[in-house]
């Protein structure tokens, strides 16, 4: 069975930063596109970041220049770093890929648990 887990979350001030991680397992027979999203409270899940397997990237404007999605394809994991974070970044990120299992004939998009972020002081 293929999974998504993130870690990485947690509370920080203004200001401060985070890494979050997403780590794929299972029997995967590939990966292509992976990304990060958030949910804050009252809102819809929005596209933070996505990156394609081959590195390249695209950004959601309200964290362009702040955040940077990368991935490591050896091991199946996707990063973000979170700097200059601000009270409005809080909500909970979810992580994305479009995967195949071993087991299916086509890939198809999977989902992580979430991981909550919170910006405070």
């Known amino acids: 069975q293929v999974q998504l887990v993130e870690s990485g979350g947690g509370l920080v001030q203004p200001g401060g930063s985070l890494r979050l991680s997403c780590a794929a397992s299972?029997?995967?027979?590939?990966?292509?596109?992976m990304g990060w999203y958030r949910q804050a409270p009252g809102n819809q899940r929005e596209l933070v970041a996505n990156?394609?397997?081959?590195?390249?990237?695209n950004y959601a404007d309200f964290v362009k220049g702040r955040f940077t999605a990368s991935r490591d394809n050896a091991k199946n994991t996707l990063y973000l770093q979170m700097n200059s974070l601000k009270p409005e970044d809080t909500a909970v990120y979810y992580c994305?890929?479009?995967?195949?299992?071993?087991?299916?004939?086509?890939?198809?998009?999977?989902w992580g648990q979430g991981t909550q972020v919170t910006v405070s002081s």
């Open positions: 994305n890929a479009f995967m195949r299992d071993w087991r299916d004939s086509r890939a198809r998009d999977y």
């Open positions: 299972g029997s995967i027979f590939s990966i292509s596109n």
């Open positions: 990156i394609a397997s081959g590195g390249s990237t």
